[in-house]
């Protein structure tokens, strides 16, 4: 199984890009993994939410292949904590041998065509946080996942 991180823009913030790259790194370890960055739609007026959601999701459902899970990042998704998201992913392992795609939509959300492509929604948190940062706190939360598979002594409980 592979994991595959989409995004839209690019991580610009230093020490986000830091904490990726120490995360990715510890990863390899465990899983493969690659994160990918779309480009920011442009020509599109900022105002124009629907038709800004619209662009992305096509752009989303350009990069993922038909066999891969998809699973949207949405602060209304599935909440889980620690312990349950590792139980989460140990499952897509374990049962689905498809690529499990992650999916960071921009500030608006997501298409109607790219959630009904989608296996469902989850939560990392009912905070809000900019799309930069949930790519820092789900690369720390991947990594925890796991270690919690393996028995590792990262997550203490």
């Given at each position: 199984m592979m994991i595959r991180v989409i995004s839209?823009?690019?991580?610009?913030?230093?020490?986000?890009?830091?904490?990726?790259?120490?995360?990715?790194?510890?990863?390899?370890?465990?899983?493969?993994?690659?994160?990918?960055?779309?480009?920011?739609?442009?020509?599109?007026?900022?105002?124009?939410?629907?038709?800004?959601?619209?662009?992305?999701?096509?752009?989303?459902?350009?990069?993922?292949?038909?066999?891969?899970?998809?699973?949207?990042?949405?602060?209304?998704?599935?909440?889980?904590?620690?312990?349950?998201?590792?139980?989460?992913?140990?499952?897509?392992?374990?049962?689905?041998?498809?690529n499990l795609v992650l999916i960071i939509g921009g500030a608006y959300g997501f298409s109607e065509s790219l959630v009904k492509r989608s296996k469902g929604k989850i939560s990392l948190s009912k905070m809000t946080f900019n799309h930069q940062m949930v790519r820092l706190i789900l690369a720390e939360q991947l990594y925890r996942a796991f270690t919690i598979i393996k028995g590792e002594p990262y997550h203490h409980s």
């Open positions: 839209i823009g690019k991580t610009n913030i230093s020490y986000v890009k830091e904490g990726l790259d120490e995360y990715t790194s510890r990863l390899k370890h465990y899983t493969k993994l690659s994160w990918e960055e779309l480009p920011d739609i442009k020509k599109i007026d900022r105002n124009n939410q629907a038709l800004l959601i619209e662009k992305e999701g096509e752009a989303f459902l350009s990069a993922i292949d038909s066999r891969e899970a998809v699973y949207l990042l949405d602060d209304g998704g599935k909440a889980m904590d620690s312990v349950q998201f590792s139980n989460w992913i140990n499952q897509h392992q374990i049962y689905d041998q498809s």
